[in-house]
Structures are given as C-alpha cells and as structure tokens.
C-alpha cells in the first residue's frame, strides 16, 4: 500500500484530483469507480477544475458509484444520484449513457444488485475505484461483519451509520433503513483502489488498515488483500499511525 501523507483535507482533495486527473487524461475511456460522503466534495470540485483548465475529453469515460439508498426516488435531495449530479456529471457535462449508480426506487433491490454488478462487468470492470471510509471501518456500504467475497447487494444499514448520515436529512427518522451496495468481492476487483481520508473520526479506521489484522470486523481492512492501494490519508485521520 502506498501511503501519501498530507496536512490537511485542502491538500488531500487536490492531489488526489491530480491523481485521477492525470489517469483520465492518459485513459480517455476509464472506467472509474465513484464514491459519495464528505470526504470527497472536495475531490470532485478539484478534479472538474482541472479537467476543465486542460479541456480533456471526458466523452468516453464511464463512471460506476459505489451505493445508493433504497427508497429514495433518484431526483431526492439526499439521493447519491443527486449528490453525484451535481458535484461531477453536471459540472462535467457527463451523460446518462457513462454514469451508473444503483437504483435504489426499484421494486426488487436484489434484482436491481445483479443487474448493477452483471453490468460492471459487462464494462470490463473498474480500473480505479475511488473510496471513503466510515468511522466503524465501512467501505461503500459494507458494514462490519460483511464477508469479503460478496458481490453487489442489498444491505441493512447499521444505526451508527443511519446517525452518521443523519446531517443530510431533516431527522434521523428520513434515513432509508437499506442500502445497495457494491460487495468487498466487487471492490477488490477494481485494479487500483484510491483511498481517501481526513480527520480524528477517521484515526481507528486508517490504524485498523495500516497496522490491524485482517478481519470482517473492520472491512477496510480488506484492502491489506488488494495488490494497488494508495491512501491519501491527512495529518487528523492518521493521528493514530
Ligand atoms: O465521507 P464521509 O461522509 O465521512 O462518509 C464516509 C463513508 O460513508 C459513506 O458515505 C456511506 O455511509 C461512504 O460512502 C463513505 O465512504
């Protein structure tokens, strides 16, 4: 794993862009794997800015995200297609043709879970995959005790991670209960895996993957599995290293 240590969420965000940008640029037809949360507005504002200044030839990428929450209608304020609309596909002008993200108004979420995998797959597969980290150690949606081998599912969301969340929504009650997800097994598929994190809240989580075992009880930590990791990882977040 490749740690790159930096001051602050400023500086976090803008490397990272650079990361991704410079990706883009050398593979106009990536398909990336995409991540909602805090963490990566920041990101997403840096990596448009960037594209934007060189002009680069965003028509042929294809974006996959990560989850959605089931029961929200797509155009919801709090939905991840929102989110993802108005930090990255707008500002880009990205079609619905290259973004996808699960569907989580459908009436068989497992069904809408294998559609969403078969068609990553159908894509060739994800060359990098963007990620956040939840304070338990979560990856997209993957709370612990989630074996590493799943594919894109359904899931319960944990009441630590419905309190967490509860900032974008009137009350904690409005949190949808259920989640798709992509799986660990989905995740560690990608063939680079790009890691974001900053602040204390993130310290246990960041220590779990740099210095824990592997275990279901963090799934962060099943990264420690994947050959091509970088984590960008702030002074706060890796307070514990
Ligand atoms: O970036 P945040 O808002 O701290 O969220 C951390 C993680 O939680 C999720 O938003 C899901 O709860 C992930 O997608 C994200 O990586």
Do not use: C
Request: no cysteine; proline share 5%; glycine share 8%.
């Amino acid at each position: 794993m490749k740690i790159i240590k930096v001051s602050d969420y400023e500086e976090m965000s803008r490397k990272s862009a650079k990361m991704f940008y410079q990706m883009i640029d050398q593979q106009p037809n990536i398909r990336l794997g995409l991540a909602t949360g805090s963490t990566p507005i920041g990101f997403y504002k840096y990596l448009t800015e960037f594209l934007q200044a060189e002009e680069t030839d965003v028509s042929k990428l294809l974006s996959f995200n990560l989850d959605e929450y089931i029961g929200l209608d797509p155009q919801s304020p709090q939905s991840f297609y929102t989110f993802m609309k108005e930090h990255f596909y707008q500002p880009l002008g990205l079609n619905q043709g290259q973004t996808f993200i699960p569907d989580g108004s459908v009436s068989d979420p497992d069904e809408e879970s294998k559609r969403y995998e078969q068609h990553i797959r159908e894509a060739g597969g994800i060359d990098v995959q963007l990620l956040g980290v939840g304070t338990n150690g979560h990856i997209g949606f993957n709370e612990p005790g989630t074996p590493f081998n799943q594919r894109t599912h359904q899931v319960k969301l944990k009441e630590s991670t419905r309190d967490a969340n509860a900032r974008f929504f009137d009350s904690k009650e409005d949190v949808p209960t259920h989640a798709i997800t992509m799986g660990i097994g989905t995740i560690l598929d990608a063939k680079k895996v790009v890691l974001l994190a900053s602040g204390e809240r993130k310290a246990d989580a960041i220590y779990q993957l740099v210095n824990g075992e592997v275990s279901e009880d963090w799934p962060i930590t099943a990264l420690k599995n994947h050959p091509d990791v970088t984590l960008f990882v702030d002074k706060d977040a890796a307070a514990q290293l």
